[in-house]
Structures are given as structure tokens and as C-alpha cells.
T-cell receptor
Framework: SAVISQKPSRDICQRGTSLTIQCQVD?????MFWYRQQPGQSLTLIAT?????????ESGFVIDKFPISRPNLTFSTLTVSNMSPEDSSIYLC???????????FGQGTRLTVV | AQSVAQPEDQVNVAEGNPLTVKCTYS??????LFWYVQYPNRGLQFLLK??????LVKGSYGFEAEFNKSQTSFHLKKPSALVSDSALYFC????????????FGAGTRLFVKA
């Protein structure tokens, strides 16, 4: 399967600021997703990153808070905007090619907002 | 709507003993079922999947899982646990009817004691 490189691996940010997380795949993939994993909890899908168009957001997540870009089939970014301590989580990038059944994941970004 | 349940927050086993991590699911169509493992400060690693065919599927690191359609279950098993198996395990499901979202269970923490 493809390999996803995600950066930064961790960051500590001040409330009110924004952080952009980058996700680079070593091959073209049809679908890319962004998940949030809050402390001690499971993965929650934030959005599907669509190449060349606006991302598709899940209930409870909005573009103003989590703008996503996907300029091509190997790269995506997630921005966490106007951060508050409640945004402290692990953010995970995931990819899956249309012909594949399982998704693969980056190593995650551990975000702490102080 | 699809959903996944992992009824146990934590499973404790002694090294060398068999282990089982439970998972039940709910989908409208036929399920694609997955198990992932997460080690501390790491992303998710794919272990195994059920798509169709034999109900017993084998995966990485000696793990296997049994699909039971009547009980809508997909329990993860290993004949002999290792201390290094201690990690967080996630069951996940996706519908085969063109669905692209993978839904994750709450996770089960496995502790293997030497």
C-alpha cells in the first residue's frame, strides 16, 4: 500500500491561532480523508478531501473551522483555525485508492492548544 | 446508517494465552470489515480485512478474525499473545454499496502481561 507522510508530527499552539497539517502520499490515490482522534477516544471523520473541489464535511464540522485543500492526487492539507483547547487532538490523514478496500493512514499530528 | 461496537474498553491476557477482541457491526448492505492497530504515538496500521469468501481471515502478526453474519460480529483473535501485542485495536466497517466512509469503533486497549 501507499505510504503517507504527515507533518508536523506534533505541535503546541496558542489559542486563537491556526495550524496547517500537511499530508503527502507517495503515489496517487483516489480518496483522502481527515480524521480527528480526541484523547482516549475513537476516530471521527472530519471530511473527505476532494481533488480540485471543496471538501465534503461530516456533521458537526464546518469549512470555516477546518478548511481543507487537495490540489492534486498526492497531497492534502487540513487547517485547524482559531484554535481553542477543545481542539487538542490527534489529527490523522487517510488515503484509499478506488480499487482498494482498506484505507491507510499517516502517523498523525498530535496537537495541543494552550 | 453503519455503526461499529467494541463492547470492551480493555482486554487483559497473559503472554502465551489466546486473545479475543470483540466487534459487532451494523450496515444496510454487505459489510467490508477491518481491524487496525495503533501503537503509542503512531498512526493506525492495517491488520486484516473481510470482504467476501472464507469467514476466517488471516492477517499480519499472527492475527486472525472470524466473520459471523448471523451474529453480525467480526472478532479479532490470536492463538498466543505476545507482550508486544499490547496496543489499541480498532474495528471498522464500510458498506459495499459504493459507500466510501469507513466508520471506526471506540477501540479496545489490549494489555498482555508477561
Amino acid at each position: 500500500s501507499a505510504v503517507i507522510s504527515q507533518k508536523p508530527s506534533r505541535d503546541i499552539c496558542q489559542r486563537g491561532t491556526s495550524l496547517t497539517i500537511q499530508c503527502q502520499v507517495d503515489s496517487q490515490v483516489t480518496m483522502m480523508f481527515w480524521y480527528r482522534q480526541q484523547p482516549g477516544q475513537s476516530l471521527t471523520l472530519i471530511a473527505t478531501a476532494n481533488q480540485g473541489s471543496e471538501a465534503t464535511y461530516e456533521s458537526g464540522f464546518v469549512i470555516d473551522k477546518f478548511p481543507i485543500s487537495r490540489p492534486n492526487l498526492t497531497f492534502s492539507t487540513l487547517t485547524v483555525s482559531n484554535m481553542s483547547p477543545e481542539d487538542s487532538s490527534i489529527y490523522l490523514c487517510s488515503g484509499r485508492d478506488r480499487g482498494e478496500t482498506e484505507a491507510f493512514f499517516g502517523q498523525g499530528t498530535r496537537l495541543t492548544v494552550v | 446508517a453503519q455503526s461499529v461496537a467494541q463492547p470492551e474498553d480493555q482486554v487483559n491476557v497473559a503472554e502465551g494465552n489466546p486473545l479475543t477482541v470483540k466487534c459487532t457491526y451494523s450496515v444496510s448492505g454487505n459489510p467490508y470489515l477491518f481491524w487496525y492497530v495503533q501503537y503509542p504515538n503512531r498512526g493506525l496500521q492495517f491488520l486484516l480485512k473481510y470482504i467476501t469468501g472464507d469467514n476466517l481471515v488471516k492477517g499480519s502478526y499472527g492475527f486472525e478474525a472470524e466473520f459471523n453474519k448471523s451474529q453480525t460480529s467480526f472478532h479479532l483473535k490470536k492463538p498466543s499473545a505476545l507482550v508486544s501485542d499490547s496496543a489499541l485495536y480498532f474495528c471498522a466497517v464500510r458498506e459495499d454499496t459504493g459507500g466510501f466512509k469507513t466508520i471506526f469503533g471506540a477501540g479496545t486497549r489490549l494489555f498482555v502481561k508477561a
